[in-house]
Nanobody, 122 residues
Framework: QAQLVESGGGSVQPGGSLRLSCIASGRTFSTYMMAWFRQGPGKEREFVAVISQSGGMRQYARSVTGRFTISRDNAQNTVYLQMHSLKPEDTAVYYC???????????????WGQGTQVTVSS
């Protein structure tokens, strides 16, 4: 199975920025759609962003459009989530996920990281 490890979370003030990274093990990283989900306190895990295998297609949740950017480096088996203009409502555990067929539904993804905490507060 693929193994995903997130990093880059932390505490930031509103309006700040963070860059999350997810490094994947395995030989076939480039064949996977990669996504970011998040789960805030008392909330369901929700879709944040997805990127296609070659990076040619990217989609975002409405709540993060214009503020977050997903990207990937297949040579490094890494997917990123660059977050700008962070808001308190962005506070959540952020998870990366991999699936051979991607989309906004979490059941489309076969592999998940352990998550990294992002806290946005003043």
């Amino acid at each position: 199975q693929a193994q995903l490890v997130e990093s880059g979370g932390g505490s930031v003030q509103p309006g700040g920025s963070l860059r999350l990274s997810c490094i994947a093990s395995g030989r076939t990283f480039s064949t996977y759609m990669m996504a970011w989900f998040r789960q805030g306190p008392g909330k369901e895990r929700e879709f944040v962003a997805v990127i296609s295998q070659s990076g040619g297609m990217r989609q975002y949740a409405r709540s993060v459009t214009g503020r977050f950017t997903i990207s990937r480096d297949n040579a490094q088996n890494t997917v990123y989530l660059q977050m700008h203009s962070l808001k308190p409502e962005d506070t959540a555990v952020y998870y990366c996920a991999a699936g051979l067929k991607g989309g906004v539904a979490r059941d489309l993804y076969d592999y998940w990281g352990q998550g990294t905490q992002v806290t946005v507060s003043s």
